[in-house]
């Protein structure tokens, strides 16, 4: 064999006759077949399998685009390659050209969430901020339109990168989705089907505008800062309790037993928590009525309690007042008192006052609280 015939051989042997992708992994969206300084043989094969789809790039800009199949690459086959590089019909000389390969198929599972808070404007508590995550499926559905718009213009080709592109695009149309529910916090964790559809609408377009094709997308959660979760909380004890007063005050007299236990001063010190639980009382007393509504004010000239044992002040009250260390705490129902004091939060001995008693005197002497018994008889006499 001649030097000739032998640099001939060698120089062909640069020549890349078969372009194929064999995707072994499922995560990899975009792949450059690597053409570096070698050159394509005209009537090299181009195999093309199911879910992928490869792209034919003549100086950064995409050219010709092949569906699944194989291909012998010819000026026929590659037209538009042929007419932007001038080459007459028939050219047969090797030629370089950047290859991509898209992969097709469903990806699921892909997931979403607020880097940060989402401002949002509720009728009930006012500015808050939410944060919210999910999953959402998409595919290449336009191989040519998503070189275009995201791998060629903006250089990315690695799967995390393009998530993470399109992920910033999902937060931005996820943000004005939400604020255009208008749904109030409260109901947004009975919206999220709801909330999926409008989101994609809003995502949708902007994903075709990229060349693919958002399949589906799910609102997982949505969450609300603590203070406004807690607010909820105390909302639905209220609810439980139908607003009723009395029951409201045993809650937060009960509430405060095991707090005042746990400070220094014991049970010693349990006089104030109750004190703290009827001062409580006292104010949704005075805000609500016994059916949730506002109360009036009282009648003018009615009677003020008169000062507790042991101190100077005074407080207006249009039913029972109890006086617990040189402070009075009130209104309580009739219903509401007798049930505290059946319960041992109210000793028989605690001074109480309503309006047209003489003064302050121990629960126990009201004889409409029903506490009172008459005497009991002498006893027999001895035999």
């Known amino acids: 064999m001649s030097f000739f015939d032998n640099l001939k051989k060698e120089a062909s042997s640069q020549f890349i006759e078969i372009i194929q992708?064999?995707?072994?992994?499922?995560?990899t969206l975009v792949y450059r077949f690597p053409v570096y300084n070698a050159e394509i043989k005209m009537g090299a094969q181009l195999t093309v399998r199911e879910n992928q789809a490869a792209v034919f790039i003549n100086m950064g800009k995409a050219a010709d685009v092949f569906a699944p199949g194989q291909y012998t690459l010819s000026t026929q086959t590659i037209p538009i390659l042929t007419?932007?590089?001038?080459?007459?019909?028939?050219?047969?000389?090797?030629f370089k050209a950047d290859v991509y390969f898209f992969n097709t198929r469903l990806y699921t599972d892909l997931k979403w969430g607020t880097t940060n808070p989402v401002m949002m404007r509720d009728k009930d508590f006012g500015m808050i901020r939410l944060r919210a995550f999910g999953t959402y499926a998409m595919r290449v559905v336009d191989a040519k339109k998503f070189f275009e718009e995201i791998v060629g213009t903006r250089g990315l080709t690695t799967t995390a990168d393009i998530i993470g592109q399109l992920r910033s695009t999902i937060l931005s149309r996820l943000t004005d989705a939400i604020a255009e529910a208008n749904i109030p916090a409260l109901d947004l964790a009975s919206k999220y089907d709801e909330l999926s559809s409008t989101a994609v609408e809003k995502i949708g377009p902007e994903f075709t505008r990229y060349g693919l094709e958002l399949s589906r997308f799910?609102?997982?959660?949505i969450s609300l800062p603590e203070e406004v979760e807690a607010a909820i909380d105390q909302r639905s004890k209220l609810g439980v309790l139908g607003d009723r007063l009395g029951q409201y005050t045993q809650l937060q007299t009960a509430e405060s037993i095991p707090l005042a236990a746990s400070n220094p001063g014991g049970i010693a010190g349990m006089g104030a928590g109750l004190g703290a639980g009827f001062a409580i009382g006292g104010a949704m007393g005075q805000a609500f009525g016994a059916s949730g509504t506002a109360a009036p004010p009282p009648p003018q000239g009615s009677t003020a309690p008169p000062p507790p044992p042991g101190s100077g002040g005074a407080s207006a009250a249009p039913r029972w007042s109890l006086a617990i260390d040189g402070k009075t705490y009130g209104p309580y129902t009739d219903d509401a008192l007798r049930a505290m004091i059946q319960s041992g939060q109210v000793a028989p001995g605690t001074q109480a006052w309503r309006p047209g008693a003489p003064g302050w005197a121990p629960v126990s002497e009201f004889a409409e609280l029903g506490l009172s018994s008459p005497p009991p008889p002498p006893p027999p006499p001895a035999k």
Do not use: C, I, T
């Open 21 to 27: 992708w064999l995707d072994d992994s499922p995560d």
């Open 218 to 221: 799910y609102v997982e959660n």
């Open 83 to 94: 007419a932007l590089r001038g080459w007459k019909y028939g050219f047969q000389s090797p």
